[in-house]
């Protein structure tokens, strides 16, 4: 049996040696890549007599402290690490060794994806390319020479400014890259092959020029233009929005097909998954658009939270991922529409976040351990985590946020810090006490809001009582209650609001609660008639509401926030599919409200469509005891076709109105109106309708967008399977050569509720155009059955034994992508006895594997633990 370590947090010591400067030469040659590496090493605790250096998975030649050769008897070598005898405040080692890009199947440290030698270092690639302290408070200037062949390698890349290059002997040249800035080796980025490029500058707000460029295969050029736009976009918004500008003189960023995750953001050279690169109208849907405004922000803010200021050590994570997150999450707010991003960036929490934080994973936004610090790149650590600093910035308002994080960059600027730092800078500038806000990064799972309310017609007021239930965690302990700011609204029946007065509790910015204790009673006086209650508005704080007075229709109709109004008509989509499936007619109120807002004529349309959506599949599940997917679907299909028969001719009539073919523009209203359009052709296309089927098929043909394309083509496989063949054959010989494309084909096909999509996954597996070993197309047909609860949770078992199986076959080579497939398993504990008995047979083919990764080991065991 292998050993499964864990790592705590209160183990933490600062390293008792640093590196400051480390000079790396790297000669890549066709089968292996030799690196020299010189370091001057620093002792910081004088008691430190040993040096131990991280190094795995390559060829040690030779090593030398100050000058002097050391042989084996004079160093402890393990596997994954090196210890050197080392008694004095400074040295300089020098190490040869020899790595294998083109065996390294893990796709961390240096690696060749498509011919492209690239790395991967976060969070502890670096330790595969040579030896070094491998751990993030350790910040180092590092200097790059790279020799490569020319003609293999015109292109060579690493960290920081270019300071020379050189034509060699042999075919050979070299480049010089030196970051004047200290870095944690995390940080460390090299890219080498032949790429195309696109360039362009940008003048910082002092007036200094950087010269950027976004590299990728030959002949996707004209496909980096959106992201290139999204770059500066994004550097001016963290000089206006922060008075951050960029620290040196070019920024670099180069696609590749073969990527663990989605982007990375190394100083000066980020490296990305190409799907958030490449785009064209073509090839890209809007949400790809706009995935990738995304991401091109999210990874170049983290120049500013992540790289100048970075974390301690990796339980620290939340304070450049949650961070960076909220500040990608705003400006993309700013770029498009902020309640079209709060209301998805909700979405996505919950369905994602808030599944995690309810079962056996659940970790706090700060853990206190890990085995594999792979498995908290997740969304507590991310979603969650930025929700903490959204409601932080609520309590504080946007001028005092702002001024925090001024005496943050002020402060920390050049260090490895944690969030405890952070914390510091926000209280420095909060009238309100934070300590016990502290608890949400301490604490594991969702708080829920009981919320009741009484009015009284004599003494004109209000009483709210809200009651904090905090679940146990996941060691089954007691958890304490929280302080959140909850901004509500007491309403008229014509809509307006009550002006706020209460002195039973604090009250910011005149519409928010802050909620200190288990139990609050909040008297509001002056309330003229009883009042409907609109509760979290905005989402203000990340928790579930549970309150039965709660008037849906109303607020559906009423609330002037718009989150309010998404999540009114949210939870009475909810309690009707749940009424039905508990056996009830549907009610008529439903339908009512449902059609009043199909027919609101002023509503932004990309509202529309967001309020329009049916609670998904995973929100439901996510509320049974014991999983049943089918009961789900069939009441959503029918619930759909009701609606469908119900307003059929506005529906048909809205479809008509909205299709344009030939627009594939990507402004927000062209966007708006494909999405509703998509929307509302997904609901008729539940009645199986012949005319409709053709109507959809004819979208799929002749919309020139992907996303209308993709969406008719989803539609077709779904509910039009006569039909789908045909678009499916003629989307491969479209796009079989571009393989982001078909990631969307394989992925259309495996999340298919048609019965028999394990066996055509399972056949798809031996497509030319899909190769396990890239993790773009495991996601797209692995991991995206693994996701469709129709075809995953089958009474068959099928699915269950069938993504066990890909699991271990992946593990051997990608432990990563491995562990990523293991979550499909989380909902164990609340599966039939039949189905247990299936997964459980599958959790536990996987934990009895010889060998396991303990990326895959450590999810396998905390979800067979809780169960
Ligand atoms: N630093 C991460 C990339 C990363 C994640 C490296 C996990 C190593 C392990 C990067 O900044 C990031 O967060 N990328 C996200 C996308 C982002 C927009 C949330 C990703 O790759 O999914
Ligand atoms: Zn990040």
Same mark, same amino acid.
């Given at each position: 049996m292998q050993e499964h370590q864990t790592i705590y947090f209160k183990d933490y010591t600062p390293s008792p040696y640093t590196v400051d400067t480390c000079l790396l030469e790297f000669i890549i040659e066709e089968s292996s890549t030799r690196v020299e590496n010189i370091m001057e090493i620093r002792r910081q605790n004088c008691d430190a007599k040993e040096l131990r250096l991280d190094g795995e998975m390559f060829d040690l030649e030779l090593i030398w402290v100050d000058d002097v050769l050391l042989d084996e008897t004079m160093v402890r070598l393990e596997k994954n690490a090196i210890y050197i005898p080392l008694d004095r405040d400074y040295a300089r080692i020098r190490v040869i060794n020899r790595i294998y890009p083109d065996e390294n199947t893990a796709l961390e440290g240096l690696y060749r994806s498509g011919g492209i030698w690239c790395t991967q270092n976060e969070p502890e690639g670096f330790r595969r390319i040579t030896y070094f302290i491998d751990r993030p408070d350790v910040m180092t200037k590092f200097t790059t020479k790279i020799i490569a062949n020319r003609e293999k390698c015109p292109v060579l890349l690493s960290n920081g400014n270019l300071r020379g290059t050189a034509i060699l002997e042999n075919g050979k040249h070299l480049a010089l890259w030196e970051d004047p800035i200290p870095k944690p080796s995390y940080l460390f980025a090299l890219v080498a092959g032949d790429l195309g490029s696109i360039s362009d500058t940008y003048t910082t707000m002092s007036g200094k020029n950087i010269d950027l460029a976004i590299y990728c295969d030959h002949g996707n050029e004209d496909k980096c233009h959106h992201a290139m736009r999204s770059l500066k976009k994004s550097m001016e918004w963290d000089e206006y929005t922060y008075g951050r500008e960029y620290d040196l003189e070019v920024y670099n960023i180069v696609a590749v097909d073969s990527f663990n995750m989605g982007a990375m953001e190394n100083k000066g050279l980020n490296i990305f998954n190409s799907h958030y690169v490449l785009a064209n109208e073509e090839t890209a849907t809007d949400n790809d658009f706009m995935g990738i405004e995304s991401v091109i922000a999210h990874e170049y803010f983290h120049n500013w939270t992540g790289n100048r200021i970075t974390c301690r050590n990796w339980f620290e994570l939340t304070l450049k991922e949650g961070l960076t997150v909220f500040r990608d999450q705003c400006f993309s707010a700013d770029m498009n529409s902020p309640l079209t991003q709060r209301l998805d960036d909700v979405r996505a929490l919950r369905e994602r976040q808030f599944v995690e934080d309810a079962g056996p994973t659940a970790h706090p936004?700060?853990?206190?351990? @890990?085995?594999?610090?792979?498995?908290? @790149?997740?969304a507590t650590v991310y979603e969650k985590g930025a929700e903490v600093i959204r409601m932080m910035h609520t309590v504080l308002g946007t001028e005092r946020f702002r001024r925090a994080m001024d005496l943050y960059f002020d402060t920390f600027d050049g260090e490895a810090v944690g969030t405890e730092e952070f914390l510091w800078a926000m209280q420095s500038e909060s009238v309100i006490d934070l300590s016990q806000f502290k608890r949400w990064y301490s604490q594991e799972r969702t708080p829920t809001l009981n919320i009741s309310s009484e009015y009284s017609q004599d003494s004109l007021e209000l009483v709210l009582r809200i009651v904090q239930k905090i679940p146990k965690n996941t060691q089954n302990q007691e958890q304490l209650p929280y302080t959140l700011p909850l901004k509500i609204a007491l309403l008229s029946e014509s809509g307006e609001e009550f002006d706020l007065i209460t002195s039973d509790c604090i009250l910011l910015h005149g519409n928010t609660l802050w909620i200190t204790d288990e139990v609050s009673e909040v008297r509001f006086s002056a309330i003229s008639s009883a009042p409907k209650l609109s509760l979290n508005r905005h989402f203000s704080a990340p928790v579930i509401i549970e309150c039965e007075t709660i008037d849906y229709p109303f607020l559906m109709a009423h609330d002037s926030d718009g989150f309010v109004r998404y999540e009114a008509a949210n939870r009475f989509g909810i309690e009707t599919l749940e009424a039905m499936m508990a056996g009830s007619e549907v009610s008529e109120r439903y339908i009512e409200s449902y059609g009043a807002l199909l027919r609101d004529t002023s509503m932004d349309p990309m509202f529309k469509s967001q309020v329009l959506e049916f609670p998904s599949i995973t929100t439901l599940m996510q509320r049974q005891e014991m999983i049943d997917v089918p009961s789900i679907v069939n009441a959503q299909e029918k619930l759909k076709q009701i609606l469908a028969q119900r307003y059929f001719s506005e529906f048909k009539h809205t479809i008509e109105t909205l299709y344009a073919p030939s627009n594939t523009d990507i402004d927000g209203l062209s966007i708006a109106n494909r999405a509703l359009k998509n929307r509302l052709l997904g609901i008729l296309m539940s009645l199986g309708d012949v005319s409709i089927s053709r109507l959809c098929e004819s979208h799929y043909y002749e919309a020139l967008s992907m996303s209308d394309r993709l969406s008719a083509l989803e539609l077709l496989e779904n509910y039009a399977p006569e039909l789908a063949q045909g678009a499916l054959a003629d989307f491969y010989t479209r796009y079989s050569n571009q393989t982001l494309v078909m990631n969307k084909y394989f992925a259309v096909r495996a999340s298919s509720?048609?019965?028999?999509t394990l066996e055509r996954v399972i056949a798809l597996q031996e497509d030319f155009a899909y190769d396990v070993k890239v993790p773009n197309l495991v996601r797209s047909l692995i991991g995206s059955f693994a996701r469709n609860p129709v075809a995953f949770y089958d009474e068959s078992g099928e699915g269950f034994a069938f993504v066990a199986d890909k699991v271990i076959e992946i593990d051997a080579f990608n432990p990563q992508i491995a562990s990523g497939l293991v979550g499909a398993f989380k909902n164990y504990g609340r599966l039939s006895i039949p189905q247990k008995a299936q997964m459980g047979g599958a959790l536990e083919q996987i934990k009895n594997?010889?060998?396991?990764?303990n990326n895959v080991y450590e999810i396998v065991s905390k979800i067979l633990e809780v169960s």
């Amino acid at each position: 049996m292998q050993e499964h370590q864990t790592i705590y947090f209160k183990d933490y010591t600062p390293s008792p040696y640093t590196v400051d400067t480390c000079l790396l030469e790297f000669i890549i040659e066709e089968s292996s890549t030799r690196v020299e590496n010189i370091m001057e090493i620093r002792r910081q605790n004088c008691d430190a007599k040993e040096l131990r250096l991280d190094g795995e998975m390559f060829d040690l030649e030779l090593i030398w402290v100050d000058d002097v050769l050391l042989d084996e008897t004079m160093v402890r070598l393990e596997k994954n690490a090196i210890y050197i005898p080392l008694d004095r405040d400074y040295a300089r080692i020098r190490v040869i060794n020899r790595i294998y890009p083109d065996e390294n199947t893990a796709l961390e440290g240096l690696y060749r994806s498509g011919g492209i030698w690239c790395t991967q270092n976060e969070p502890e690639g670096f330790r595969r390319i040579t030896y070094f302290i491998d751990r993030p408070d350790v910040m180092t200037k590092f200097t790059t020479k790279i020799i490569a062949n020319r003609e293999k390698c015109p292109v060579l890349l690493s960290n920081g400014n270019l300071r020379g290059t050189a034509i060699l002997e042999n075919g050979k040249h070299l480049a010089l890259w030196e970051d004047p800035i200290p870095k944690p080796s995390y940080l460390f980025a090299l890219v080498a092959g032949d790429l195309g490029s696109i360039s362009d500058t940008y003048t910082t707000m002092s007036g200094k020029n950087i010269d950027l460029a976004i590299y990728c295969d030959h002949g996707n050029e004209d496909k980096c233009h959106h992201a290139m736009r999204s770059l500066k976009k994004s550097m001016e918004w963290d000089e206006y929005t922060y008075g951050r500008e960029y620290d040196l003189e070019v920024y670099n960023i180069v696609a590749v097909d073969s990527f663990n995750m989605g982007a990375m953001e190394n100083k000066g050279l980020n490296i990305f998954n190409s799907h958030y690169v490449l785009a064209n109208e073509e090839t890209a849907t809007d949400n790809d658009f706009m995935g990738i405004e995304s991401v091109i922000a999210h990874e170049y803010f983290h120049n500013w939270t992540g790289n100048r200021i970075t974390c301690r050590n990796w339980f620290e994570l939340t304070l450049k991922e949650g961070l960076t997150v909220f500040r990608d999450q705003c400006f993309s707010a700013d770029m498009n529409s902020p309640l079209t991003q709060r209301l998805d960036d909700v979405r996505a929490l919950r369905e994602r976040q808030f599944v995690e934080d309810a079962g056996p994973t659940a970790h706090p936004i700060k853990p206190d351990h @890990y085995m594999e610090i792979n498995n908290f @790149y997740t969304a507590t650590v991310y979603e969650k985590g930025a929700e903490v600093i959204r409601m932080m910035h609520t309590v504080l308002g946007t001028e005092r946020f702002r001024r925090a994080m001024d005496l943050y960059f002020d402060t920390f600027d050049g260090e490895a810090v944690g969030t405890e730092e952070f914390l510091w800078a926000m209280q420095s500038e909060s009238v309100i006490d934070l300590s016990q806000f502290k608890r949400w990064y301490s604490q594991e799972r969702t708080p829920t809001l009981n919320i009741s309310s009484e009015y009284s017609q004599d003494s004109l007021e209000l009483v709210l009582r809200i009651v904090q239930k905090i679940p146990k965690n996941t060691q089954n302990q007691e958890q304490l209650p929280y302080t959140l700011p909850l901004k509500i609204a007491l309403l008229s029946e014509s809509g307006e609001e009550f002006d706020l007065i209460t002195s039973d509790c604090i009250l910011l910015h005149g519409n928010t609660l802050w909620i200190t204790d288990e139990v609050s009673e909040v008297r509001f006086s002056a309330i003229s008639s009883a009042p409907k209650l609109s509760l979290n508005r905005h989402f203000s704080a990340p928790v579930i509401i549970e309150c039965e007075t709660i008037d849906y229709p109303f607020l559906m109709a009423h609330d002037s926030d718009g989150f309010v109004r998404y999540e009114a008509a949210n939870r009475f989509g909810i309690e009707t599919l749940e009424a039905m499936m508990a056996g009830s007619e549907v009610s008529e109120r439903y339908i009512e409200s449902y059609g009043a807002l199909l027919r609101d004529t002023s509503m932004d349309p990309m509202f529309k469509s967001q309020v329009l959506e049916f609670p998904s599949i995973t929100t439901l599940m996510q509320r049974q005891e014991m999983i049943d997917v089918p009961s789900i679907v069939n009441a959503q299909e029918k619930l759909k076709q009701i609606l469908a028969q119900r307003y059929f001719s506005e529906f048909k009539h809205t479809i008509e109105t909205l299709y344009a073919p030939s627009n594939t523009d990507i402004d927000g209203l062209s966007i708006a109106n494909r999405a509703l359009k998509n929307r509302l052709l997904g609901i008729l296309m539940s009645l199986g309708d012949v005319s409709i089927s053709r109507l959809c098929e004819s979208h799929y043909y002749e919309a020139l967008s992907m996303s209308d394309r993709l969406s008719a083509l989803e539609l077709l496989e779904n509910y039009a399977p006569e039909l789908a063949q045909g678009a499916l054959a003629d989307f491969y010989t479209r796009y079989s050569n571009q393989t982001l494309v078909m990631n969307k084909y394989f992925a259309v096909r495996a999340s298919s509720r048609r019965e028999g999509t394990l066996e055509r996954v399972i056949a798809l597996q031996e497509d030319f155009a899909y190769d396990v070993k890239v993790p773009n197309l495991v996601r797209s047909l692995i991991g995206s059955f693994a996701r469709n609860p129709v075809a995953f949770y089958d009474e068959s078992g099928e699915g269950f034994a069938f993504v066990a199986d890909k699991v271990i076959e992946i593990d051997a080579f990608n432990p990563q992508i491995a562990s990523g497939l293991v979550g499909a398993f989380k909902n164990y504990g609340r599966l039939s006895i039949p189905q247990k008995a299936q997964m459980g047979g599958a959790l536990e083919q996987i934990k009895n594997h010889p060998n396991l990764s303990n990326n895959v080991y450590e999810i396998v065991s905390k979800i067979l633990e809780v169960s």
